[in-house]
């Protein structure tokens, strides 16, 4: 009977890291169709150099290009910027009402790996990833679902 138990639970643990698995899987090619999409739509902007400094994706303050997606709210403007020197450098940008604004640097695959919060014109504080996670995770999964949407490239 312990036997059984022992299986059926190592059984479970593949079963479900599998399916995360997967779920990371997809989303990573889900991702990759965004930076493919950025890149194809010849979209110019600029990364603030204090914002690339920051981030660590330039040593000195100049603008960063990037090709960029965005997409417009009542309440929010959020940008897909990828970095036209390295594409596996993403930047999701968020501004909101009030100038707060916040910015996650990412692997093209999904990997958070640097996050700022900024008022424009003010203060800027970086994130620990264990603080950014969830706001990022947010706006991560807002990009993925514009990937989703029929029509979007595959």
């Known amino acids: 009977?312990?036997?059984?138990s022992i299986r059926?639970?190592?059984l479970s643990a593949l079963l479900l890291a599998h399916g995360v698995l997967g779920a990371e899987l997809n989303s990573a090619r889900l991702l990759s169709g965004l930076v493919q999409q950025?890149?194809?739509g010849r979209q110019e902007a600029r990364l603030p150099p204090h914002l690339s400094v920051l981030l660590g994706i330039s040593v000195s303050e100049t603008a960063t290009p990037v090709w960029q997606l965005s997409r417009k709210s009542s309440d929010a403007l959020r940008l897909f910027n990828v970095c036209q020197?390295?594409?596996?450098?993403?930047?999701?940008?968020?501004l909101r009402a009030g100038n707060q604004s916040a910015a996650y640097l990412m692997s093209a695959s999904g990997v958070l790996l640097k996050a700022i919060v900024y008022q424009v014109g003010g203060a800027t504080?970086?994130?620990s990833l264990a603080e950014a996670r969830k706001p990022f995770a947010r706006q991560r999964d807002f990009w993925l679902d514009q990937a989703r949407r029929p029509g979007a490239p595959p």
Do not use: Y
């Not at 020197?85 to 968020?94: A, F, G, K, W």
């Open 38 to 40: 950025a890149v194809s």
């Open 125 to 127: 504080q970086e994130l």
């Open 85 to 94: 020197n390295n594409h596996d450098n993403v930047v999701l940008t968020t």
């Open 8 to 10: 059926w639970s190592a």
């Open 1 to 4: 009977m312990c036997h059984t």
